[in-house]
């Protein structure tokens, strides 16, 4: 652990980066998989399980947080780590991407977003400043500026205006974060699908030397191609020395392929949600625990995972609690959902420093292609 924010660029094997951020709170090995907690809470898991799982940092909501139970609530009862019983490492978005969502129900101009809530329709307004004093009430570690997240497609237009909006709060995020010792704010690249857009963003931000940057507004409905062709543009325009992290993504193939292309941290909610709707990630591929095939089908998921949830409960069992909608179903195939990601991550940062990540990438995409019908 490190009293500053540091990230250690430890080896590279072709585009795949090996890595790790150290803070006062903790280390966080990359690339990282950040677990949603969106509210204060990793749905259908005790944080216990995510930190046995292998995940070193948890991701909160800013949005959410600052409706219920408020940011300043949780800033009297000693911060969103206290308060959760999480004391490691948090990154909180900044509201952003929630606010985005919320169309009829909001208004934006230069000074921020005015919103009506979706829990009691009550009126809000989130200016950059707001956001990162919010983010300071919750004490997270690493915060993201405030950003416009344009959804896909778009008129070039409509995504230069946001792009350049949220650059200029990028610099009144940075001047309101100031200097707070063994913490971070990220800048945000945006710029849609347009090539152009995504590079002066990526060199505007890099110019405000901050200690890390995310890429944004992607996995917004745009194919998968799309995105990758925008990290291949992106990515080289961003200091090599500072840590890369891809918002809102995603299925271990989108992880697998950005890691190739440089990506050093994720936070998604599939896992969790898949697993709450009866899907399952495996070494063999996804599974659909609902499927009849499964009713008496008495493998584990994974017999050779490290996780409960993987490796000691039937699929027999899995199947009957899901189609029974017990609340036990889902929170088993969360936490094996959890736990294969973090494996996959494992995997990942043990092939880049073995030189080995292109087979590992070819090996593990031919098991998911395999499938699961045969014994794993």
């Known amino acids: 652990m490190s009293e500053s924010f540091q990230f250690q660029l430890k080896k590279t094997d072709g585009g795949a980066r090996l890595g ?7 280390t966080i090995r990359t ?9 204060g809470t990793v749905k259908a898991m005790y944080l216990d ?6 995940a070193d940092i948890i991701l909160g909501n800013t949005y959410h947080l600052m409706l219920r139970p408020t940011a300043e609530r949780v800033a009297r009862l000693g911060g969103l780590h206290e308060l959760i019983r999480w004391p490691h490492p948090i990154l909180t978005d900044s509201g952003g991407f929630q606010v985005m969502s919320l169309s009829g129900l909001r208004k934006l101009d230069e000074q921020g977003v005015t919103f009506k809530s979706h829990v009691d329709g009550s009126l809000h307004h989130m200016s950059p400043e707001r956001s990162i004093e919010i983010q300071g009430l919750l004490d997270s570690d690493i915060q993201m500026q405030l950003d416009e997240c344009v959804a896909l497609p778009a008129t070039p237009k409509e995504i230069e205006r946001a792009m350049e909006m949220s650059l200029r709060w990028a ?15 990220f800048g945000i690249v945006q710029g849609g699908d347009v090539p152009e857009l995504r590079v002066r963003s990526a060199q505007a931000l890099s110019g405000m030397d901050l200690k890390g940057y995310a890429v944004g507004g992607l996995a917004v409905g745009e194919p998968q191609e799309v995105m990758l062709r925008m990290l291949e543009i992106t990515l080289p325009e961003l200091p090599t020395e500072k840590p890369r992290y891809l918002m809102g993504v995603g299925t271990p193939d989108d992880i697998l392929k950005s890691v190739a292309r440089g990506i050093d941290m994720f936070d998604c909610v599939m896992p969790t949600r898949s697993g709450r709707h009866g899907l399952a990630f495996t070494r063999r591929g996804k599974v659909n625990i609902r499927n009849a095939r ?8 994974d017999e050779q995972s490290n996780c409960p949830a993987s490796r000691d409960y039937s699929r027999a069992y899995l199947h009957h609690l899901v189609r029974a909608n017990e609340a036990l ?3 088993l195939l969360s936490w094996h959902n959890l736990a294969y990601y973090q494996e996959l991550m494992q995997g990942i940062r043990q092939a880049i420093a073995e030189g080995r990540f292109a087979d590992f990438m070819a090996e593990t995409m031919e098991n998911w292609a395999r499938g699961d019908l045969e014994p794993v």
């Open 329 to 331: 179903g889902g929170m």
């Open 294 to 301: 499964h009713a008496e089908d008495m493998r584990p998921l």
């Open 20 to 26: 790790e951020v150290s803070m006062p709170r903790g």
């Open 49 to 54: 399980q995510v930190r046995e799982s292998g």
């Open 171 to 185: 610099e009144r995020c940075k001047v309101a974060f100031g200097n707070q010792p063994g913490k971070a704010m």
């Open 31 to 39: 690339p990282a998989f950040m677990p949603v907690g969106t509210v």
